[in-house]
């Protein structure tokens, strides 16, 4: 049985089609206090997409919006998949799940906050949908630095810029957010 309370922030991002269809996901863990100490795990999978018609790469491409399309071909990420969809080497969601929660307890992360920007409405959703097990590591509540950025815009406070090539994949992002997170909290010390 899990610990009633959290030891780790799990910091997680995902890459979807724009329709909710989840073609990638990477995360990590630091400590819960600032600075958020990272601990060197790390965890990074292409998904199978699991899509109406045929399932194959050109479909997930034709049905995102253009927006996606556009940052996924930019990012390699379309490419990525094409090729491990070609070779059978990109797992499908349940396996994913399997994977990062075996990830978990080789970490001895047994309850984790939910960490990232937009975690608390986008990707605490898309856990519950696509990775179930690990959804049940996590605890109620999320750590979204993207509530962070929009309460201290709204105090007149800077805002972290973040680096002009960010990639827009998945671990890409976890790294971007974690810097984020540190950015805001050495501005308010």
Do not use: C
Request: aromatic share 10%; net charge negative.
């Amino acid at each position: 049985m899990p610990a009633p309370h959290a030891s780790h922030l799990l910091w997680l991002d995902f890459e979807t089609d724009g329709n909710d269809n989840v073609l990638e996901v990477a995360a990590m863990t630091t400590f819960l206090q600032p600075p958020f100490t990272e601990q060197g795990h790390s965890f990074e999978s292409l998904i199978w997409p699991w899509l109406r018609g045929s399932g194959m790469v050109p479909d997930v491409q034709v049905d995102a919006p253009a927006v996606v399309r556009e940052m996924h071909h930019k990012s390699g990420l379309w490419v990525d998949l094409h090729n491990g969809l070609a070779a059978g080497s990109v797992p499908r969601p349940r396996e994913v799940d399997e994977q990062l929660v075996a990830k978990l307890d080789e970490w001895g992360v047994t309850r984790a906050v939910l960490a990232g920007s937009g975690v608390g409405t986008f990707d605490h959703r898309l856990v519950r949908q696509w990775l179930p097990k690990t959804f049940e590591r996590l605890m109620f509540y999320t750590f979204d630095v993207g509530v962070v950025r929009r309460y201290r815009l709204m105090l007149g406070k800077q805002r972290w810029k973040p680096p002009a090539d960010l990639g827009h994949r998945a671990m890409a992002d976890v790294l971007a957010h974690l810097n984020e997170a540190r950015y805001y909290v050495e501005q308010d010390r």
